[in-house]
C-alpha cells in the first residue's frame, strides 16, 4: 500500500484544534471532560478521496481510518442494529464516562481506536489480530458474536455499547471516537472519548513508526482534512481472528 | 503466623558470620564487620517518597504488579527488586532453543521498564525478611517496605526423583536443566539441541501442579521438527508422570501422530524410580529402562525458598512450600502487609505468564485500594486468565491455543476452569493464524511488562 499518499497530515507541533462545542454538544458527555479530547475536524473519505456516506457504509463490515494521529488506527463499523444508548463506561483510572449513542440514520454507526486496551495489538498494513466479529462468525473470545475481537490475548468488547469490555483480559473500553454525519450524510470524526492508549503506543511501535510512516515523527502528526478509509481487508494483508 | 521475625535473626547465616569475624562481642558493643556494615546499610536507592510497595522478583507477577501499583497512585514509592541483572521469558523460549526466533526476542531490560513505569528496579538478591519490622534484607543492604509483594517464582523439587541426594540433583541440574527457570538452563538447552547428533532426547513432563502445562509437549514437537528439518536421526522420549497430555491434549496427539510419528514416543503415567545420570538411564516403575543421549529432565516444582526464608510457606494440594495466602486477597494469613503471587500461589491455576499478568494487574489495583484503607475480600477478586499458545510447528510456524478464566466451586472450596475454549487444530487456517498469534501474544505481553 502506498502510505505516502495515505493521509493529508498537519506539519508536526501543530497544535490540537479545538472543535465548536456545539458539535460535541448532545453527542457526549464525560463527567468532567478530562476523557474527551477534541482533535481537529475530519472528514472521512474513500481510496480514491470521495467523501464516504454513511449510508454506503457495509453492515457489519470493519473499515479502518488513522485518526487522531497519522498511525493510529481505527474502526468504523455499521452495525447490524441500533447502539444502547447513554451507555457509563470506566476507565483504568476509574474515571467514569458517558458513552452516547451510535451515529447515522438508525443509530448503527460506530468508531472506536483500533488499539487493544489490554496490550496495544492494532491492525497495521502486515495483519491485523482485532476487528468487528459478525453476528454469524464464531468466536473464542466470547459466548456471541457481534462483537469486536483482539485475537491476541482474547479480549472481547461491546460493539453496541461504547467498546464496553465482555471478557478477556482488557480492565476498560477500547477509546471511543466521537464522529457527527452532516445532513448530506457525510461522516467526520472531531474527538476521542475514553482512555487513549496513544502515548504508549507511540513509545512501544517506534520500529513500526518507521517502517510503515517513515520516521517516528511523521507517525505522530494529527491528521487534518481528510482521513483514508479502507475495509480492514485491503488495509492489512492478513487478518487473524478466532 | 505470629512468630517474631526478630528471633529468627538471631539464629541467620548473617549473624553467625558476624560474630565469627569479630571473635567475641559482648552487651551492645557493635562487632566492627564490613560485612555487616555493608549489609545492615539501606540499599543505595532513592529515600521512600510515599508509602513504599516492595516487590521481591520481577518476572510476569512483579513486574505488572510494579507498572500498575504505580498507575494506581503514583504516590506510592515502588520498588522492584530482582537477582537477575537481564530480563528472559521462558514463555516463547522454547522456539528460542529450537532456532525459530532469536534470543533477543524473550530477553529484555529491566530498566526500561523501571523508566517507564517510573518505579525504582534494585538488582539483589533477598536473603532475609524480617517482617515484624518490615525489612528486606538484600546483598545490597536493606529495605524498607510498608507492603511485600512476594513473586519469586518456582523452584524445583527434586526430592521425588533423589531422596534428598544433594550431588544427585547438582549433577543433574548441571547436565539435564530441566530449562523451565529461563536464563542459563535455556541456553543449555539450546546447545544441547543445536550440538545434538542423533540418538534418543527425553523429555520429562512432573506430576503436581508445574509450570507452563503444554511446555514440555510443546518443545517434544519442536526438537521433533529440528530433528526433521536438519534430517537427524533422533527420536524425543517423553516420559510423562501423568496418565495423559495435561492440557491441549488433542492437538498434541494428533501432532505426534500426523507429523513426527517417527521422531516422538509418547509414555504416559511413567513415574521414574531411578536416573544414573552418568550411564544415562532412566527406570521407571514399570520396569521400562530407557537410554538416552541427552535430556531435559524436568523435575516436579516447589514454591520458591524465599517463602520460606520470609516464613510464608505452606504445602499446597499440589506442591511443596507455596504461599500461606487467602486465595481471594492473595494477603499472607496473619499478615495482610505481604502479598504473593504468580507461580508461588497455592491456587491450581495455570502457572503460566499470561495467567500471572491478569492475575497481576487485579492484585496490583487491589494493593491500591488496601493502601488506601480498603479491606480486601473475595468480592474485590476476579478471575485471572489464562491464554496460551503451543507452536506445534516451525515451518510454517502453527500453533494451538487454549483461553480460559476461573470461578470458585463454594461447595467444593476450590477453583475451576470456567468459559473454557481451546483451538487445537493445527493443521487448519486456525492452525497456521496462531502461529501468528503466538509471536504477537509474547510481544503483547513485553508490551506491558516494560512499556
Redesign the interface.
Known amino acids: 500500500m502506498e502510505r505516502r499518499g495515505f493521509l493529508k497530515v498537519i506539519a508536526a507541533g501543530a497544535t490540537i484544534v479545538a472543535v465548536n462545542p456545539s458539535l460535541i454538544r448532545g453527542t457526549l458527555y464525560a463527567d468532567d471532560g478530562r476523557l474527551y479530547m477534541a482533535y481537529e475536524k475530519v472528514q472521512l473519505v474513500d481510496g480514491a478521496g470521495t467523501p464516504i456516506k454513511a449510508s454506503s457504509l457495509e453492515k457489519e463490515v470493519t473499515y479502518i481510518f488513522n485518526y487522531p494521529y497519522a498511525s493510529t488506527p481505527c474502526m468504523i463499523i455499521n452495525l447490524p442494529e441500533p447502539t444502547e444508548q447513554e451507555v457509563t463506561l470506566k476507565s483504568?483510572?476509574g474515571e467514569e464516562y458517558v458513552w452516547k449513542n451510535g451515529v447515522g440514520k438508525d443509530r448503527t454507526i460506530v468508531a472506536y481506536s483500533a488499539i487493544?486496551a489490554?496490550?496495544?495489538?492494532h491492525p497495521t498494513p502486515k495483519?491485523s489480530?482485532i476487528k468487528y466479529v459478525p453476528k454469524a462468525t464464531p468466536t473464542?473470545?466470547y459466548?456471541k458474536s457481534g462483537i469486536i475481537v483482539c485475537?491476541?490475548?482474547?479480549s472481547a468488547y461491546d460493539a453496541h455499547a461504547g467498546a464496553k469490555v465482555l471478557?478477556?483480559?482488557a480492565?476498560q473500553p477500547l477509546a471511543a471516537i466521537v464522529l457527527t454525519v452532516a445532513d448530506d450524510d457525510t461522516i467526520w470524526a472531531v474527538g476521542v472519548l475514553g482512555s487513549d492508549k496513544f502515548q504508549?503506543y507511540f513509545?512501544?511501535f517506534k520500529p513500526e513508526l518507521k517502517e510503515f510512516y517513515n520516521g517516528i515523527a511523521q507517525g505522530k502528526q494529527l491528521v487534518s482534512i481528510s482521513a483514508k478509509t479502507v475495509k480492514l481487508t485491503e488495509y492489512s494483508k492478513?487478518i487473524?481472528?478466532? | 503466623m505470629a512468630l517474631s521475625r526478630r528471633d529468627a535473626m538471631k539464629f541467620t547465616g548473617l549473624a553467625a558470620v558476624t560474630a565469627a569475624a569479630s571473635g567475641y562481642a559482648k552487651g551492645n558493643e557493635s562487632p566492627k564487620s564490613a560485612a555487616k556494615g555493608v549489609l545492615l546499610s539501606p540499599a543505595p536507592i532513592p529515600a521512600a517518597k510515599g508509602p513504599r510497595v516492595v516487590i521481591v522478583g520481577a518476572g510476569p507477577s512483579g513486574l505488572t504488579i510494579a507498572k500498575y501499583v504505580k498507575k494506581g497512585n503514583p504516590n506510592i514509592d515502588v520498588v522492584l527488586m530482582d537477582k537477575r541483572s537481564v530480563f528472559m521469558s521462558g514463555f516463547i523460549s522454547n522456539l528460542v532453543a529450537t532456532g525459530i526466533l532469536p534470543l533477543e526476542f524473550i530477553t529484555h531490560d529491566f530498566l526500561e521498564g523501571a523508566r517507564n513505569g517510573n518505579y525504582t528496579f534494585l538488582q539483589a538478591t533477598a536473603h532475609e525478611i524480617d517482617r515484624t519490622a518490615k525489612v528486606v534484607y538484600t546483598n545490597e543492604g536493606t529495605v524498607k517496605y510498608d507492603v511485600l509483594v512476594l513473586a519469586p517464582g518456582i523452584d524445583y523439587d527434586y526430592s521425588k526423583w533423589t531422596n534428598g541426594d544433594v550431588e544427585l540433583e547438582n549433577t543433574l541440574k548441571t547436565k539435564f536443566p530441566g530449562a523451565f527457570i529461563a536464563g542459563s538452563e535455556t541456553l543449555s538447552l539450546k546447545s544441547k539441541i543445536e550440538n545434538f547428533e542423533g540418538g534418543v532426547f527425553v523429555q520429562t513432563v512432573p506430576g503436581g501442579n508445574y509450570r507452563c502445562l503444554p511446555g514440555p509437549y510443546e518443545r517434544s514437537c519442536l526438537i521433533a521438527d529440528y530433528m526433521k528439518r536438519n534430517k537427524i536421526k533422533g527420536k524425543v522420549v517423553i516420559l510423562d508422570e501423568n496418565p495423559n497430555i495435561t492440557i491441549k491434549a488433542d492437538g498434541f496427539h494428533s501432532a505426534f501422530e500426523k507429523l513426527y510419528k517417527d521422531y516422538i514416543t509418547y509414555m504416559p503415567s511413567s513415574t521414574i524410580t531411578s536416573i544414573d545420570p552418568h550411564k544415562q538411564k532412566i527406570v521407571t516403575e514399570l520396569g521400562e529402562e530407557i537410554d538416552f543421549t541427552d535430556a531435559a529432565l524436568y523435575s516436579r516444582v516447589r514454591g520458591n525458598k524465599l517463602l520460606e526464608i520470609a516464613g510464608v510457606a505452606k504445602d499446597s494440594v499440589f506442591n511443596k512450600a507455596e504461599a500461606n495466602i487467602d486465595p481471594f486477597t492473595y494477603q499472607v494469613i496473619g499478615d495482610l502487609n505481604v502479598f504473593c503471587t504468580g507461580d508461588v500461589r497455592p491456587m491450581g491455576f495455570s502457572k503460566s505468564a499470561n495467567t500471572a499478568n491478569t492475575e497481576a494487574r487485579v492484585v496490583a489495583a487491589n494493593i491500591v485500594k488496601y493502601m488506601g484503607g480498603q479491606e480486601l475480600s473475595q468480592k474485590t477478586w476476579t478471575s485471572p486468565h489464562t491464554t496460551c499458545y503451543s507452536a506445534v510447528e516451525s515451518d510454517p510456524l502453527r500453533a494451538i491455543s487454549v483461553n480460559a478464566g476461573y470461578a470458585y466451586d463454594e461447595t467444593k472450596k476450590s477453583f475451576g476452569f470456567a468459559n473454557a475454549s481451546t483451538m487445537e487444530k493445527w493443521d487448519s487456517a486456525d492452525g497456521l493464524a496462531a502461529g501468528k498469534g503466538l509471536i504477537e501474544w509474547g510481544n503483547g505481553l513485553y508490551r506491558d511488562f516494560f512499556n
Not at chain 1, 118 to 121: A, K, P, S
Not at chain 1, 151 to 154: E, N
Request: aromatic share 8%.
Open positions: 483504568d483510572t487493544c489490554h496490550q496495544l495489538t495483519d489480530f473464542m473470545a459466548s485475537s491476541s490475548h482474547l471478557g478477556g483480559a480492565t504508549d513509545r512501544a492478513e487473524i481472528q478466532y
